[in-house]
């Protein structure tokens, strides 16, 4: 299988899709900051489903990093993610350096209300900022009909929809579902940074969440059954909960009982923050 073939300015990517629209193809766009992995595969196949040719992004965008976070430690294997994406069928990887996507003297930022409050945004508070400002930049650089973002970053896939919607933005979004390896645990690139026994541990947040959604579903006091699954990851092993939290799974408002919800979670394994993300169904 051969690899995409790869540009790394805004020129050459719209030179390729202006290519693809003559030819009157659907354009699909999977944004990633790479150390792919099979989660991301599975954004490219849907992307595939949906679309005659798909581009994926790879850009690790250091408007989205505190200060304090891991941008430096953060995995770069492009070389690896080239094959990866030729294993997927992906057409074209767009490269961007820093310089590219952030131009000297750039000095616009696009902050989303609305599903940003709260839960990450707590923890992380210019975190969506730097999403919502390379997402929309992306979006306008490639102008693809429809863009794959998976659940397993939920608070972002809702940040990114509302994002397009005020915008206006002519793109479809699409959420995936999470690809969860045998024991339940939520693919991530950060799942690299865990040992063995940390592995055990972070195994434990899906079966967490899958037993407080369940009780929540069954019409359990939300309280109890929050602080109960904060106890039981504590218990497990994880080192501090940053947030357990059910949510109006379109809107991010405060969960209602006649409504579909979702639990979403936040613990530190040492120095790796691992999110994850569950439906909860109406009472
Ligand atoms: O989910 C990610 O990998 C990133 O937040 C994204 C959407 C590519 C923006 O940098």
């Not at 891991?70 to 490269?95: C, G, S, V, W």
């Amino acid at each position: 299988m051969s690899r995409p073939d790869v540009v790394d300015s805004v020129v050459a990517l719209r030179a390729r899709i202006r290519d693809w629209r003559r030819d009157g193809l659907r354009i699909a766009m999977v944004p990633t900051m790479g150390a792919l992995h099979d989660g991301h595969l599975s954004l490219v196949k849907i992307a595939l489903e949906r679309a005659d040719r798909c581009v994926v992004s790879i850009f690790v965008n250091p408007t989205q990093f505190a200060p304090s976070e891991d941008l430096d430690k953060y995995p770069r294997q492009l070389e690896r993610d080239l094959d990866m994406l030729a294993e997927a069928q992906a057409d074209l990887a767009f490269t961007p350096d820093v310089s590219e996507m952030y131009a000297a003297g750039f000095a616009t930022k696009i902050s989303v209300g609305g599903p940003s409050a709260g839960l990450e945004t707590a923890f992380r508070p210019t975190f969506f900022d730097g999403v919502a400002t390379v997402v929309a930049k992306l979006l306008l650089q490639a102008a693809p009909d429809l863009a794959i973002f998976g659940e397993k970053d939920y608070q972002q896939l809702c940040v990114v929809r509302q994002l397009c919607r005020d915008l206006d933005m002519p793109v479809e979004i699409i959420g995936a579902p999470t690809i969860r390896d045998a024991h339940g645990l939520a693919m991530s690139s950060r799942n690299a940074y865990l040992d063995e026994a940390e592995l055990e541990i972070a195994r434990q947040l899906n079966l967490i969440l899958r037993e407080a959604a369940a009780a929540l579903a069954a019409g359990a006091n939300q309280q109890q059954t929050i602080a109960e699954a904060i106890r039981a990851l504590t218990a497990a092993g994880f080192h501090k909960v940053d947030y357990v939290e059910a949510r109006e799974s379109l809107t991010l408002a405060p969960w209602r009982q006649d409504r579909v919800g979702r639990i979403l979670a936040a613990a530190w394994l040492g120095k790796t923050r691992l999110i994850d993300n569950l439906e909860v169904p109406a009472v």
